[in-house]
């Protein structure tokens, strides 16, 4: 695949992730982040659209996001099951944020386990079962 890529300008912050918040209590771990308008990077991503939206009244597992992108360069679709690294596309630094402007069909659930009724729902050309370690105490049921 031939696919430019524009970083534009780049901008320097120091960013803290939600694991970074809880090793040492009334300090954060930061790291250095390169931003870039990342929108950029995708030609037509102004086409991306959030079709579907719900969040839990408690807590994150099951939030759920689902976007078309007409003009994605892929023309496959992907589910996606996974905590915070994937993240509810909000923002360049979530997995599904990346992966709805690439796949012409994204689906997002927040969950640790692989959900087979998404699977089937949605009959996706990829799944990713993305999940830490510490959310592992047994093997996941597949």
């Known amino acids: 695949m031939n696919y ?3 970083l534009g300008e780049v901008e320097f912050k120091r960013r803290s992730g939600d694991f970074g918040n809880k090793l040492v209590i009334g300090k954060a771990l930061c790291e250095e982040l390169h931003l870039s308008d990342c929108d ?4 037509g991503s102004d086409s991306l659209k959030l079709v579907e939206k719900f969040d839990p009244p408690n807590g994150h597992s099951g939030a759920l996001r689902k976007w078309i992108n007409k003009s994605a360069p892929i023309d496959k679709s992907i589910v996606i099951m996974g905590n915070s690294v994937s993240e509810r596309g909000t923002s360049q630094f979530g997995l599904s944020w990346w992966l709805s402007r690439v796949f012409k069909r994204t689906t997002f659930c927040w969950s640790s386990a692989m959900l087979t009724n998404i699977i089937e729902d ?4 990829y ?4 999940t830490v370690e510490r959310f592992l105490p047994t093997v996941p049921k597949s």
């Open 4 to 6: 430019q890529i524009d």
């Open 127 to 130: 799944v990713i079962c993305q």
């Open 40 to 43: 950029k990077m995708f030609n």
């Open 122 to 125: 949605e009959k996706p050309d």
